[in-house]
């Protein structure tokens, strides 16, 4: 896999997952109150909601976390958070889109291009990028899910479009607004995925050398380490060779 799945698998090697843990369970809390908030508290009737939950669940936030973020805004007293997407180019070109949830745009605009800058690159118009990916359902399962004739299969009888599987796993496409549907068939038959989101699924992919994807690594988990950033996608791609010496660094 490539892009921001290559990113996550790089973390999660550098065993970062556990000290990003409160950082990973507030950005969470903050889609499951936002989804709540403007739908409404119930995740049977409100499909943003109950993959914000699911999508929580798999993470292993504790269910008081869930059902308190959930309250939040059934209760009238959680902040406004605006969606911003922000565009640009990282270091070797890469495309770059950023995505938050923020109350305060000018915190957050100004964070995301002092990073960009600081890692040699260059923060675009909103579309200056985002042309070059596709808006797509996304659902994901570690290989215990099962062979990948197997995910694929499954993939196909649940209304998917495509499956791109690795050694680390299984990323299953669809039509973003099918994904809730796709979803909830496949975890009929493979369980509760690891993930199911709609993202930004890269057209073509951008390879970088060592000495840049270092520099990207960075920027992205810059990015990453904000409360207020959500997502970060890019079609950065690096050879097998690179990738094990990004996870040595």
């Known amino acids: 896999m490539a892009g921001h799945s290559q990113f996550k698998n790089i973390m999660h090697r550098k065993g970062k997952q556990d000290a990003i843990r409160s950082k990973l369970f507030a950005k969470l809390a903050r889609e499951i109150t936002v989804a709540a908030k403007y739908g409404v508290p119930d995740p049977s009737s409100n499909a943003r909601l109950r993959l914000a939950v699911q999508n929580a669940r798999a993470e292993n936030m504790p269910k008081d976390n869930i059902d308190r973020a ?14 911003i997407r922000y565009e640009g180019y990282g270091p070797g070109g890469v495309a770059v889109i950023v995505e938050a949830l923020t109350d305060n745009r000018n915190r957050t ?8 800058t600081k890692y040699g690159g260059n923060l675009g118009e909103t579309g200056s990028v985002s042309f070059m990916f596709s808006r ?24 998917a479009d ?24 496949l975890s009929k038959t493979l369980g509760e995925p690891e993930a199911s989101r709609v993202v930004w699924k890269p057209q073509t992919m951008a390879p970088l050398d060592e000495e840049r994807a270092q520099a990207l690594m960075k920027l992205m988990a810059g990015l990453d380490d904000d409360e207020d950033i959500q997502n970060v996608y890019s079609n ?14």
């Open 70 to 83: 959930i309250k939040k805004a059934a209760g009238g007293d959680a902040e406004t958070y605006e969606a």
């Open 162 to 185: 495509d499956v791109v599987s690795d050694q680390e796993g299984h990323a299953i496409y669809c039509a973003a607004d099918s994904l809730s549907d796709v979803s909830a068939q």
């Open 109 to 116: 605009a100004g964070l995301v291009r002092s990073l960009f």
């Open 136 to 159: 797509v359902g996304e659902i994901t399962y570690g290989s215990r899910a099962g062979s990948a004739d197997k995910v694929l299969e499954a993939a196909i009888d649940a209304g």
């Open 236 to 249: 950065f791609e690096v050879s097998d060779d690179v990738l094990r010496k990004l996870t040595a660094a």
